[in-house]
């Protein structure tokens, strides 16, 4: 059993800064990739930064130079910085990782999505 624990959520003023965590606990051999996605109201899910186990990331193009997402390998966490919010930022945002939960798994490079129950993030303007 994996589960995905998100925290972090809140309001905040356009502007501020909010940082969103997740931990990963369970049965976990090895992680591949971790993300965040976000989805608000009438929208479709979108990423918004992903990390691979190299620490490569990714951002969606409407985050670039204010959100930062990081990880740590030890901990099985994966951590969203974000600054400068605007109120279209608003949403809840999910954490996933890609996780084989056992060796075996592992060395076939299989690996599963899982994804967190969610945190809201509220900027008003």
């Known amino acids: 059993q994996v589960q995905l624990v998100e925290s972090g959520g809140g309001l905040v003023q356009a502007g501020g800064s909010l940082r969103l965590s997740c931990a990963a606990s369970?049965?976990?051999?090895?992680?591949?990739?971790m993300g965040w996605y976000r989805q608000a109201p009438g929208k479709q899910r979108e990423l918004v930064a992903i990390?691979?186990?190299?620490?490569?990331?990714n951002y969606a193009d409407s985050v670039k130079g204010r959100f930062t997402i990081s990880r740590d390998n030890a901990k099985n966490t994966v951590s969203l910085q974000m600054n400068s919010l605007k109120p279209e930022d608003t949403a809840v945002y999910y954490c996933?990782?890609?996780?084989?939960?056992?060796?075996?798994?592992?060395?076939?490079?299989?690996?599963?999505?899982?994804w967190g129950q969610g945190t809201q993030v509220t900027v008003s303007s």
């Open positions: 996933n990782a890609d996780i084989a939960p056992f060796r075996s798994m592992a060395f076939r490079s299989e690996f599963i999505r899982y």
């Open positions: 369970g049965s976990i051999f090895s992680i591949n990739a």
């Open positions: 990390i691979f186990t190299d620490s490569t990331t």
